[in-house]
Nanobody
Framework: QVQLVESGGGLVQAGASLRLSCLASGRSFRDYAMGWFRQPPGKEREFVAAITWPGTTYYADSVKGRFTISRDSAKNTMYLQMNSLKPEDTAVYYC?????????????????WGQGTQVTVSS
């Protein structure tokens, strides 16, 4: 059974840092593009960051310079280091994976999704 399981969410104050992890199991994701999406309260899910299997990274403008995506293919794990967190970063963060990085970044037909982890940033 293929699973993506996020961890590392929590409640922090503005300016703090968090690191999210996404552990993939059930198959190798070495050739997959992997990424993070988030859904703020009352809003639609939005793209945050993605990383391809060669290591090319993509970021939403709202997180550039503050968030860093990385992956450890040997551990089938992806990470999102989030620094200088703002209250507007509050959301449920989802891990995603797809063979196509363009499909992944579009978000509408992604092959695999995690169940989400809550990140809350207080002001």
């Amino acid at each position: 059974q293929v699973q993506l399981v996020e961890s590392g969410g929590g409640l922090v104050q503005a300016g703090a840092s968090l690191r999210l992890s996404c552990l993939a199991s059930g198959r190798s994701f070495r050739d997959y593009a992997m990424g993070w999406f988030r859904q703020p309260p009352g809003k639609e899910r939005e793209f945050v960051a993605a990383i391809t299997w060669p290591g090319t990274t993509y970021y939403a403008d709202s997180v550039k310079g503050r968030f860093t995506i990385s992956r450890d293919s040997a551990k089938n794990t992806m990470y999102l280091q989030m620094n200088s967190l703002k209250p507007e970063d509050t959301a449920v963060y989802y891990c995603a994976a797809d063979l196509s990085s363009s499909t992944l970044r579009d978000g509408s037909r992604v092959e695999y999704w995690g169940q989400g982890t809550q990140v809350t940033v207080s002001s």
